[in-house]
Structure formats: structure tokens, C-alpha cells
């Protein structure tokens, strides 16, 4: 069974950090591109950040220099390290694994991050 499931979210001040992980099972994990989604309350989900099977990344122009899209092929996890939080950061953050250009496309249920002012 294909599962991905998120962790590491939660409550911090505004300028604070949160690591988050997406821990997949069921895939062979290497040969999947990694991605970050979020979504806030009344807003489009967008993608935050996204790290192919072969280690090149991708961010949003809201996030470029402050969060860090990593992967760890061995634990089968991918991670999303987020420094400089900001209120507007807040959202649910999905992980997302798929294979390109193939029907192999998976999300995790969500992580609830939340930056007070």
C-alpha cells in the first residue's frame, strides 16, 4: 500500500523555524520526484518547493532563500527545513511523489503550519 505521511508541523512565532519530514512507503522511493504543496484558508494550493530523483530543486519566488527541499533516499523520506517564518507561511503543507511523465503520482494527508505575529 502506497502511503506518504507528513510530520513536523506546528505552532511558531513569527522569525522562528520547523523542520518538516514526508516519510513514504509502498514506492521505490529513489525513482520518485519529491515536491512540498501548501495551501491556506480561501487560497490556491501552490507548490513550495520540489527536488527530483536526481537532487536538483525548485522553489517558490515566496520562499527562495529561506526554505531548504532535501531528500534521503536510504530513510525513504524527503523534508522540507523552513527558517524566517512568516505569518503569510501559514497553511497545510501536503507532500507529493511521482514519477514524471507517468500515472505514479501520490499525496500525503497534511501537516497544519501556523506563524503567529
Known amino acids: 500500500q502506497v502511503q506518504l505521511v507528513e510530520s513536523g508541523g506546528g505552532l511558531v512565532q513569527a522569525g522562528g523555524s520547523l523542520r518538516l519530514s514526508c516519510a513514504a512507503s509502498?514506492?521505490?522511493?529513489?525513482?520518485?520526484?519529491m515536491a512540498w504543496y501548501r495551501q491556506a484558508p480561501g487560497k490556491q494550493r501552490e507548490l513550495v518547493a520540489a527536488?527530483?530523483?536526481?537532487?536538483?530543486?525548485n522553489y517558490a519566488d515566496s520562499v527562495k532563500g529561506r526554505f531548504t527541499i532535501s531528500r534521503d533516499n536510504a530513510k525513504k523520506t524527503a523534508y522540507l527545513q523552513m527558517n524566517s517564518l512568516k505569518p503569510e507561511d501559514t497553511a497545510v503543507y501536503h507532500c507529493?511523489?511521482?514519477?514524471?511523465?507517468?500515472?505514479?503520482?501520490?499525496w500525503g494527508q497534511g501537516t497544519q503550519v501556523t506563524v503567529s505575529s
Open positions: 507529493n511523489g511521482k514519477i514524471p511523465s507517468t500515472a505514479s503520482d501520490y
Open positions: 509502498g514506492i521505490i522511493f529513489s525513482i520518485h520526484a
Open positions: 527536488i527530483t530523483s536526481g537532487g536538483s530543486t
